[in-house]
């Protein structure tokens, strides 16, 4: 009669694939029990591996087809899946914790906290990578969510809440490469497809502690024969996990050395001492030997104590440096005498706190068949491995990426992004490339231009464009054309906000709008000029007379006479803010001058009072009449006052008028020919004589003045009081 097919049975196929030994598991869930058809086991003929890691896939792929073969034969069942665990030995985690802040009020859904964990998970990857110095290519292979955080609260479940910022804890696993491709290969030696891949401590975890006891602060050890796995739990959530190359072989090696046997047959007297008090047995000598379980409890105590201390030193790592409430030791290698106890010795806690799990574990187990199955702490970790098939349906699958066949961790959720990241396909040629920035100064103060955003990567997935959140399955195509760059910034004087800005200067006698005036490392330039990367750039608050005379379609020519602010200038001349400029011919410019010089009459009067004078000796006194000529006068007696007439007071033809720029404010100073700092405190309302700060503080084109320093035409100075 054919055997009836697994799918159609809807039943799991566990594999425990030891260093000593394959357990194969049979069973199915219904309502929350685990019932099992049936189990077996088989022996490593030889050490096919090695602390947990496949030495020899022929050998070990040959063992796990003998018992699929055994288990076919039980249940009549064809098996093709297969559930399996990964042990290791140097698994690594990454603890991260990742931070997302919508720009308003949002209501999370399934999809956002998926995407939240995905970005958490590359986050730890990224991380990975930057610390990982060895030459060995790891894979993701499973992470575990701690904790979720609402604006800043824990919180057990995201979906549904309205928030702002959200954050996950989680803890990411990795495993070299050759730990996985050893197992898949040696299950595809037995024509066994896997199914789903966990780690053994979360195996161990989903029967030895149940989640109501996760809010514990406790630690599982999995002391199998070549690696002793370890899981920690807080708070209700698995909070780190880690493996330690030292088990069970390590004592039978100890053993194998005192009583000169092979490693099987010490392997052989270390189980049986775990319930004899004697075994008898024939070394390599021939000889028959009989040691007692007191003996070899005293030949392993050593080796026991070393295993316990470094489990214990790891524990307390993974637990933030401290030790746990209580231990949970399951695996056989837990089994050896005196284990348990330097467990509690080394972490500090009471005997009673450490502990083998066994049956009293298996409450939601159900053994269909009783024959030959003990349930003690060996079950443990494969009954886990077919469990964590309805909790995790994890596996890892083949995709193509660019023409490269790269495997992947399916979590159920895998992303064409998860598929870069494994290829390590460059994260910057995924999304569109700004152009290069174009760097300048403006005024001495550093300037950038963003260049413009590229195209984005266009990507396939089995020949259709889709984008990079697109789902992945088993041997899907994906094709990636990267990103390309935009074009470089780019920047013109027109575009610098100082240049566009106006002001007022009255040319001819008309108030007109100027523009700022620029140079570009030293040289002057039109506002279309294409600033290049390293210009310095600088945008002057004034006009030449020149540029005036352009904006006003004034030619200046050999003949033309400029005056700025009432004094003779030039083409370069200054022109800033509210100055007056005017553009004459020399005609009209010596006819104006004319006008300002005073009557002729009045210049007679005046030296001819001065030439007046006095004669004591003869007591008279001389008087210019008004055609000019002198006459005598007699000087008055002395009791008479002599009275003088009121002369008109000299004009001095130097004088002129000076333009300066005070606190923002246009100021006029009149009536000298030169002038200095302190002559603009006679024009300016600021009183010295009440204090309003710490001091004042005075400033000429930038820079401290001294006060007889002299000032010039289109001066910017400040005045104000220090607070």
Same mark, same amino acid.
């Given at each position: 009669m054919a055997s009836l097919e697994q799918a159609d049975q809807k039943v799991v196929?566990?594999? +425990?694939?030891?260093?000593?030994?394959?357990?194969?598991?049979v069973g199915y869930m219904n309502d929350g029990q685990f019932n099992v058809i049936a189990q077996s086991v $088989?022996?490593?003929?030889?050490?096919?591996?090695? @602390?947990?890691?496949?030495? +020899?896939?022929?050998?070990?792929? *040959?063992?796990?087809? %003998?018992?699929?073969?055994k288990l076919e034969q039980q249940t009549d069942i064809h098996l093709t899946d297969?559930?399996?665990?990964?042990?290791?030995?140097? %698994?690594?985690?990454?603890?991260i914790v990742y931070d997302y802040e919508y720009p308003d009020n949002h209501a999370i859904t399934d999809?956002?906290? /998926?995407? %939240?964990?995905?970005?958490?998970?590359?986050? *730890?990857?990224?991380?990975?990578?930057?610390?990982?110095?060895? @030459?060995?290519?790891?894979?993701?292979?499973?992470?575990?969510? =701690?904790?979720? /955080?609402?604006?800043?609260?824990? &919180?057990?479940?995201? $979906?549904?809440?309205? *928030?702002?910022?959200?954050?996950?804890?989680?803890?990411?696993?990795f495993l070299p490469d050759d730990c996985v491709d050893g197992l898949y290969k040696a299950c595809e030696r037995a024509e066994l497809n896997v199914a789903n891949l966990?780690?053994?401590?979360?195996?161990?975890?989903?029967?030895? &502690?149940? @989640?109501?006891?996760? =809010?514990?602060n406790l630690a599982l050890v999995d002391v199998g024969a070549g690696t002793s796995d370890i899981c920690v739990t807080n708070d209700g959530s698995i909070t780190a996990y880690g493996m330690l190359p030292i088990a069970g072989d390590d004592i039978t090696e100890i053993i194998a050395q005192h009583c000169l046997v092979d490693f099987n047959q010490a392997d052989e007297i270390k189980i049986a001492a775990s319930h004899m008090d004697r075994i008898d047995y024939i070394d390599i000598m021939g000889l028959q030997k009989t040691i007692t379980a007191k003996e070899i409890a005293?030949?392993?105590?050593?080796?026991?104590?070393? =295993?316990?201390?470094?489990?214990?030193? $790891?524990?307390?790592?993974?637990?933030? @440096?401290?030790?746990?409430?209580?231990?949970?030791?399951?695996?056989?290698g837990g089994c050896v005498p005196g284990y348990t106890k330097a467990i509690s010795?080394?972490?500090? &806690?009471?005997?009673?706190?450490?502990?083998?799990?066994?049956?009293?574990? =298996?409450?939601? &187990?159900?053994f269909l068949n009783n024959d030959g199955i003990e349930r003690d702490s060996l079950m443990v970790t494969p009954l886990g491995i077919c469990i964590s098939y309805y909790e995790e349906a994890n596996n890892f699958i083949f995709v193509s990426f660019n023409g490269t066949q790269t495997k992947l961790y399916d979590n159920g959720k895998l992303q064409i992004v998860d598929a870069a990241m494994q290829v390590a396909f460059p994260n910057e040629d995924l999304f569109p490339k700004r152009g290069e920035e174009l760097k300048f100064t403006v005024n001495g103060k550093e300037r950038t231009s963003r260049g413009e955003p590229g195209e984005a990567a266009v990507i396939s997935l089995n020949g259709k464009l889709t984008d990079i959140h697109a789902k992945l399955h088993a041997n899907d195509i994906i094709q990636v054309t990267p990103s390309t760059a935009g074009a470089p910034g780019k920047a013109t004087i027109d575009s610098i906000p100082e240049f566009k800005t106006k002001f007022n200067v009255n040319v001819n006698g008309k108030n007109v709008e100027a523009s700022r005036y620029a140079t570009v490392n030293g040289e002057a330039q039109t506002g279309f000029y294409d600033i290049k990367p390293g210009d310095d750039v600088k945008v002057l608050d004034y006009n030449t007379a020149a540029q005036i005379a352009e904006l006003m379609d004034i030619v200046i020519t050999e003949d033309t006479v400029i005056i700025v602010n009432n004094e003779r200038g030039d083409a370069n001349t200054p022109v800033y803010e509210n100055f007056k400029v005017e553009f004459k011919d020399q005609e009209e410019a010596i006819m104006d001058a004319y006008e300002d010089f005073p009557d002729a009459d009045e210049v007679l009067v005046s030296q001819a009072n001065e030439e007046a004078y006095e004669s004591d000796d003869n007591n008279v006194k001389f008087v210019a009449e008004a055609d000019g000529q002198l006459s005598f006068e007699d000087l008055p007696d002395d009791d008479d006052v002599y009275e003088k007439e009121e002369q008109e007071p000299i004009k001095n033809v130097l004088a002129r008028d000076l333009h300066v720029i005070v606190n923002n404010e246009s100021v006029t100073l009149h009536g000298k020919a030169d002038y200095v700092f302190v002559d603009i405190f006679d024009v300016i309302d600021f009183d010295l004589s009440k204090p309003q700060g710490r001091g004042i503080v005075t400033t000429l084109n930038g820079a401290t003045p001294d006060y007889m320093q002299t000032i010039n035409d289109g001066d910017r100075i400040e005045v104000y009081w220090k607070q």
């Open positions: 196929f566990g594999l +425990d694939i030891g260093t000593r030994s394959v357990v194969g598991t $088989e022996k490593h003929q030889t050490r096919a591996m090695l @602390d947990g890691q496949i030495h +020899d896939i022929g050998k070990v792929g *040959a063992t796990i087809k %003998l018992v699929k073969e297969v559930c399996i665990a990964a042990a290791g030995r140097v %698994l690594q985690t990454v603890h999809e956002d906290i /998926y995407n %939240l964990d995905s970005s958490a998970v590359e986050k *730890a990857y990224s991380e990975f990578l930057e610390k990982n110095t060895s @030459d060995l290519k790891f894979y993701l292979v499973g992470y575990s969510v =701690m904790h979720y /955080y609402l604006d800043g609260y824990q &919180i057990a479940n995201l $979906e549904g809440h309205n *928030a702002g910022k959200v954050s996950v804890e989680l803890i990411a696993t966990t780690l053994e401590p979360i195996a161990a975890m989903m029967v030895a &502690i149940p @989640d109501r006891f996760r =809010m514990l005293k030949v392993i105590k050593p080796k026991v104590e070393e =295993m316990a201390k470094k489990v214990c030193d $790891e524990i307390k790592r993974l637990n933030g @440096d401290k030790p746990v409430s209580a231990v949970f030791v399951v695996g056989g010795k080394n972490m500090d &806690i009471p005997d009673e706190r450490v502990a083998l799990r066994g049956e009293e574990v =298996m409450k939601n &187990i159900t």
